[in-house]
DNA sequence: GGACAATTTGGTAGCGCTACCATTTTCCGC
DNA sequence: GCGGAAAATGGTAGCGCTACCAAATTGTCC
């Protein structure tokens, strides 16, 4: 067995290692790494030089512990699968990816609970930005996003009570619009199918019933949901129940894409036509929407947008200015087509 | 302005203020958040308490920087949206949410290049595993995974020469049995519609044309690729383009589900009849290809357990037992479907 | 040309933790 | 009861970097 080196590091190289073969204090390195302005042409070039020939790369934990602020966005999201919260993390992730930020992602599987222990852990790194899903945060994660000391931003919806900065759209008034969409095309027994019922969700069924109520249409018999994690072979089985239960329905609102295409699927498998006899709304607007036969009326949310602004309004808030406008509605916007088109 | 405190780190508590309420030394407590069984019962409590009293978090940057090694697993993919990855990245979130390690996720966007750079940022980090999609990395990125001095799994393909450890399936192998079903089932002009075509795709196209070959079917026209990225939508336009090629198609093996959907969803809308007319295979089985109408024959891959398996083999190896298997291979598996039953 | 400010560089002292060793205490077996 | 090993505890010295301040150098104005 070799005795191990000296350094417990492992040899790598250090900033001093530069320092020395720049012929430059330490600091000075760390300076011309960091903010170059400050250092002056010459030596500038002769520390590069020493970091190339080196092959030095600063070692991001000794650079946290010393400035205790590590260059790290926490990104708390309930799920991974999700398209609607990959699209998110995509924008987030292509934000950053020329800075010098890592990112780290947090899977919350829906739980307040884990939500607490992740932000616990996040905390404990000094994140220099925190980015979370949601806004209905449990009273402890909320007073752990106030004391992290960074800033925050809440993502996907709007709301009254921003813990810092919000970045999102109006559930309640997608759920609205895609309802009205449907009266007005002259359905009346319209159904809403929902999975997961997380609280976006439960805020666009809000929004179906705000308008089915207003236009004295709402029948408790015609929401159905579940708990139960969404996808589509689950549309497709709850429209069938939806069905049972009201064989008069004529339209189903659906809580999201992979609802309606289970629901367009049975309708297919069955023999019911599309939009004769139901029509089909869904919300988020996959691609696959457009490209459905018939093709599916939806709510195109603006995900990518979401993550991208999102990181935006993070790095300015790192950089001293506070956006003046805190809380950003990115709206959406209804996707008319075949599949409501009576 | 008040003067800022003292203690440059922001006033949270530390292993000192803990070892100090608890009245034993520092390194004590050190070790009795670490290797609990080190410690006596008595102290242990008295420890507890006062960590639960100060509410006391480590530190993972000192953790990190004093024993030259972050509790951290780098996983790199090279796409977030994905489902494919998107369901190895559950599961090697889900395998790791009880484990102290952090995960440290990059998108390489299919991109060699890129991939070297975060293997550089990540490697910077000394984290305690590292987890790579695909077996085709460049000689620089190989480097930098050998010289990582940690456990490395490459994930989603098997290969003869791994890094360090593997898991996955041979997409050649995946390829040619989607390709040989089709044969089985009468079908002889049968087209391959590949988008991306990155090295996975290739493998299964080398899949295709080796049964197809066998069969004395192999025609080049037949094949249809593409570099852009895969969707629903490009799936529709790239079997517009393959029949106006090969009007005498009968039959598609699709790169993915995605495409195989845009290839049902352009035959619903050209009343071309599947599977009579034309027969579609897809690739990953995901849920919607057993609910499409006609449901869809695809090859069933095994994405989550490959994360499982691979953090698994991971944590394995960092406590001290390499398996003696160090190339997993998960196998697929033909879900045979109305889409292909003539 | 001299007083003063602005710019550029460097030294020191940690950040919070753990590796490494030293020391103390406990437990054996005979 | 005693030597020696094992178990339990502690002290010291960093890990690699940056905040903070001090010093040196340059520029500017009258």
Redesign the pocket.
């Known amino acids: 067995m070799i005795k191990?080196r000296s350094?417990?590091?492992?040899g790598?190289p250090?900033?001093?290692d530069v320092a020395r073969k720049a012929g430059?204090?330490?600091?000075?390195v760390?300076?011309a790494?960091?903010e170059p302005e400050?250092?002056?042409e010459?030596?500038r070039r002769q520390i590069q030089a020493a970091v190339d020939e080196l092959g030095y790369v600063?070692?991001p934990n000794?650079?946290a512990?010393?400035?205790?602020r590590a260059e790290v966005f926490g990104v708390l999201v309930p799920s991974l699968t999700n398209n609607v919260f990959a699209e998110v993390v995509r924008g987030i992730y292509d934000s950053l990816s020329d800075s010098p930020f890592r990112i780290q992602l947090g899977n919350t599987h829906y739980s307040g609970l884990e939500e607490e222990r992740l932000l616990q852990v996040f905390g404990s790194q000094r994140p220099a930005a925190l980015i979370v899903a949601g806004i209905d945060q449990t009273p402890v994660s909320r007073k752990l996003l106030e004391n992290a000391g960074c800033p925050v931003v809440q993502v996907m919806e709007t709301g009254p009570d921003p813990v810092d900065m919000m970045v999102g759209f109006s559930h309640l008034d997608g759920g609205r619009t895609a309802t009205e969409h449907l009266i007005e095309a002259g359905y009346c027994r319209i159904g809403f199918i929902g999975a997961r019922m997380d609280p976006r969700s439960q805020r666009r069924l809000a929004g179906y019933r705000a308008a089915m109520e207003a236009a004295g249409l709402f029948d408790p018999r015609l929401v159905t949901t579940t708990p139960v994690p969404s996808s589509v072979s689950l549309g497709r089985e709850m429209f069938r129940d939806a069905l049972a239960k009201v064989p008069t329905l004529d339209a189903v609102f659906c809580n999201n894409d992979d609802i309606a295409l289970g629901v367009l699927f049975e309708c297919h498998r069955t023999s019911i036509l599309v939009p004769k006899t139901i029509g089909i709304v869904g919300f988020n607007d996959l691609d696959m929407m457009q490209v459905a036969f018939p093709s599916i009326t939806s709510i195109r949310t603006h995900r990518y947008e979401i993550g991208r602004r999102a990181v935006a309004m993070a790095l300015a808030a790192i950089a001293g200015d506070r956006p003046e406008q805190r809380i950003v509605d990115l709206g959406f916007e209804l996707k008319r087509r075949e599949s409501t088109a009576r």
Chains 1, 2 share one sequence.
């Open positions: 191990p350094r417990r590091g492992g790598r250090t900033i001093s430059v204090g330490a600091i000075t760390s300076r790494l960091r400050r250092v002056s010459e030596l600063p070692d000794a650079r512990l010393a400035s205790a």
